[in-house]
């Protein structure tokens, strides 16, 4: 007979997890070039041959490159450039180091996530071997970006790295982050941001990987063709625009404008479990079904691991916020005896409380549908006990009334088998003389006996439960604690 899959099944078929192991194969020996050679090696956190091995993987790259390069300056709108292979390297040439080479410039390079089954990662990126190493090093990536951009899960914290020059001051900053993947069920590729600032002139450099069918990618593009071409004169009212940290922000932003349908589906399912817990508590015992009550604990459960995996995210996002306003708090050292920057700085900062206590907002209500989740659990769980109790003192009354007519049987036997054996005797051919009158004699007194034996033995039991019950209470005496190998205690 064909039988219903439970939804919460996926977790015990795997589907939750990723069954295919990581293929990354560590590189024979130390390169003398990248990653071994970056500036922002730090030999703690950053494993070279780990890169290189990755580096080394041609699966986890595509055949030819396919690029979106987006890029503005001071007084000037958004330009898009789509580049292939050959484009994109000439790009690179002409456009070399971790900085454009125009003061107080925006550039965002993207790059595309596709699945594929026998890379490192199960994704390969849009990006030649060739091409990919030419990106690394002309912007002199930090190595801690090397996993993401082939779609590494990034359970760690997001790297917030400095170059400082030989005078002890700071050159560049970098930023890299991987943000929560909230549609976890697509196993598509979360978003990967990688952004390099040259304090010298000010220009800043974004890598942006995300997956091929990520939606809120072309409202990304749009917002800031918005942004970059409202005011291509002055953009004094676009001051936020001209910070390191802004795309990051705005990212951050669309990520969690992307998991409000699920948080907001999560809570519906709450609720109509809750509405159906409510429901079932109201109705009559006699009314109530075994079955509705596995599909309510099934639900809630499901709605369970949703919520938690969803209060993680919150929990990600809330960690990701909080360290790039730690990393615009150095950048804000650095540059605040900037008058023309303090606009933007003040923005900047606004931006990050307002999605630092939005996140909190969310944190605190996920919290909330995990209390409430827990309750209903209870009074599901109070239910199933209260109907295994009501079953269990059922089948008491159904024994106890069993065991009361037992006894009668047993009463009624012990009443009619003297007679029974009294009237086979006499049914014998040697007491065809015998008269009536001494079946009567010797059955009633044999029945008495038969009553006296069996009383006899009811009381000779309940005195040995007696005598058991007075020896476990009483104290134990000097030959039972030595038989115990233990001393008795004396006062």
């Known amino acids: 007979m064909a039988t219903n899959t439970r939804k919460s099944s996926r977790v015990a078929t795997g589907q939750w997890r990723n069954n295919a192991p990581p293929l990354i194969s560590r590189a024979s020996n130390i390169s003398t ?11 703690s956190i950053h494993d070279a041959r780990r890169g290189s091995g990755l580096l080394a993987n041609n699966n986890n790259f595509s055949e030819t490159t396919e690029v979106d390069v987006f890029q503005t300056s001071r007084g000037s709108g958004l330009t898009h450039l789509a580049l292939d292979e050959t484009t994109f390297a000439e790009y690179l040439q002409e456009n070399g180091g971790p900085s454009p080479p125009h003061e ?9 996530l596709e699945s594929r089954k026998d890379s490192s990662f199960n994704f390969r990126v849009s990006l030649s071997s060739d091409v990919a190493r030419q990106l690394l090093t002309t912007l002199d990536v930090t190595p801690h970006f090397i996993g993401p951009l082939f779609g590494e899960p990034d359970y760690g914290a997001p790297g917030d790295f400095a170059t400082l020059s030989e005078a002890g001051h700071v050159q560049r900053l970098e930023f890299c982050c991987q943000q ?3 549609a976890i069920h697509r196993k598509s590729a979360p978003w990967c941001i990688y952004m390099t600032h040259s304090l010298a002139t000010g220009a800043t450099t974004y890598i942006v990987v995300c997956d091929r069918e990520q939606s809120r990618f072309d409202v990304v593009k749009e917002r800031l063709a918005d942004i970059f071409n409202a005011d291509r004169q002055t953009r004094s009212s676009l001051g936020d625009s001209i910070n390191p940290f802004f795309l990051h922000c705005l990212i951050s932003h669309e990520v969690f404008l992307d998991a409000v349908p699920s948080i907001t589906q999560v809570r519906h399912q709450l609720y109509d479990a809750l509405d159906r817990v409510d429901r079932y508590a109201e109705t009559d015992a006699d009314g109530r079904k075994r079955t509705e009550l596995e599909e309510l ?4 459960h499901i709605v369970s691991q949703e919520t938690d995996r969803m209060y993680a995210n919150v929990e990600m996002s809330g960690m990701i ?3 790039l306003t730690q990393a615009h708090q150095r950048y804000r050292k650095v540059v605040e005896d900037d008058v023309a920057m303090r606009d933007s700085l003040e923005k900047t900062s606004d931006a990050l409380a307002y999605l630092f206590e939005t996140i909190e907002s969310q944190k ?5 549908y995990k209390s409430r989740k827990d309750i209903a659990m209870n009074l599901v769980f109070n239910l199933v ?6 079953t269990g003192t059922m089948i008491a009354r159904e024994a106890k009334a069993d065991g009361s007519s037992m006894r009668v049987i047993a009463t009624l036997t012990m009443v009619f088998l003297p007679g029974t054996f009294m009237s086979s005797v006499f049914g014998m051919a040697v007491m065809q003389t ?11 007194p044999l029945t008495f006996m038969v009553f006296f034996i069996w009383w006899l033995w009811q009381k000779f039991e309940g005195l040995s439960d007696l005598h058991q019950k007075i020896r476990r209470r009483s104290p134990k005496t000097e030959k039972e604690h030595l038989s115990e190998g233990r001393p008795q205690q004396t006062a």
């Open 385 to 390: 006990t209260q109907q295994d109790s009501a």
């Open 33 to 43: 070039e990248y990653p071994r050679v970056s500036r922002s090696f730090v030999g």
């Open 180 to 182: 929560p993947r909230w």
């Open 104 to 112: 107080n410039s925006l550039r965002v390079i993207c790059c595309l």
């Open 297 to 300: 604990t099934i639900k809630l």
């Open 321 to 323: 916020v909080g360290r």
């Open 364 to 368: 605190r209500w996920l919290h909330s």
């Open 434 to 444: 015998a008269h009536w009158w001494l079946y009567v004699a010797l059955t009633l």
